[in-house]
T-cell receptor, first 110, second 114 residues
Framework: SQQGEEDPQALSIQEGENATMNCSYKTSINNLQWYRQNSGRGLVHLILIRSNEREKHSGRLRVTLDTSKKSSSLLITASRAADTASYFCATESGNTPLVFGKGTRLSVIA | GAVVSQHPSRVICKSGTSVKIECRSLDFQATTMFWYRQFPKQSLMLMATSNEGSKATYEQGVEKDKFLINHASLTLSTLTVTSAHPEDSSFYIC??????????FGSGTRLTVV
């Protein structure tokens, strides 16, 4: 079953701007992960944040996790045209499979 | 790092034929493998979970007789789409979990049934 809900579904920004995507989930989790997918391609793992962490950084990526609100956000700073892709959050609980959100389609216009 | 090889990356088949997709863990033993399906502009939907040496567990609404999953070894799982129809055209992605509990994804298979 699909657990994550992402918003917005689609986001279009100018190069250089920041892009923020949000993800909400329903049950307790061990960790939350963000993935990127270029059109018609496989998934690229971006970052994993554990349930006891509140914020994590990786290059131009910043992820926050609020377990009380069951939500996470992914911020991409100083976006580039090459960041154009779909972004998915996925939650992991115990040994269950990753459950993916619906994704946000990001378009960065040069 | 852990690598999962998925083959073929693209396949076109005629309606009514069967197609086999392979998912191999190259440098680790995958105790559990997962198969997902993704329709255009949609998210990944879990189809089934397979553990080495046992029958796969299918998600609700996924026909086990149509999507045959075999996980005969700790490094290989296969998904066979039997009697494929145009509505089975989709992007199929496998992932594998080893002893480290980290999950690694294959690069996906684009299936087109004509």
């Amino acid at each position: 079953s699909q657990q994550g809900e992402e918003d917005p579904q689609a986001l279009s920004i100018q190069e250089g701007e920041n892009a923020t995507m949000n993800c909400s989930y329903k049950t307790s989790i061990n960790n939350l992960q963000w993935y990127r997918q270029n059109s018609g391609r496989g998934l690229v793992h971006l970052i994993l944040i554990r349930s006891n962490e509140r914020e994590k950084h990786s290059g131009r990526l910043r992820v926050t996790l609020d377990t009380s609100k069951k939500s996470s956000s992914l911020l991409i700073t100083a976006s580039r045209a090459a960041d154009t892709a779909s972004y998915f959050c996925a939650t992991e609980s115990g040994n269950t499979p990753l459950v993916f959100g619906k994704g946000t389609r990001l378009s960065v216009i040069a | 790092g852990a690598v999962v090889s998925q083959h073929p990356s693209r396949v076109i088949c005629k309606s009514g034929t069967s197609v086999k997709i392979e998912c191999r863990s190259l440098d680790f033993q995958a105790t559990t493998m997962f198969w997902y399906r993704q329709f255009p502009k949609q998210s990944l939907m879990l189809m089934a979970t397979s553990n080495e040496g046992s029958k796969a567990t299918y998600e609700q609404g996924v026909e086990k007789d149509k999507f045959l999953i075999n996980h005969a070894s700790l490094t290989l799982s296969t998904l066979t789409v039997t009697s494929a129809h145009p509505e089975d055209s989709s992007f199929y992605i496998c992932s594998a979990r080893g002893d480290s509990q980290a999950i690694t994804f294959g690069s996906g298979t684009r299936l087109t049934v004509v």
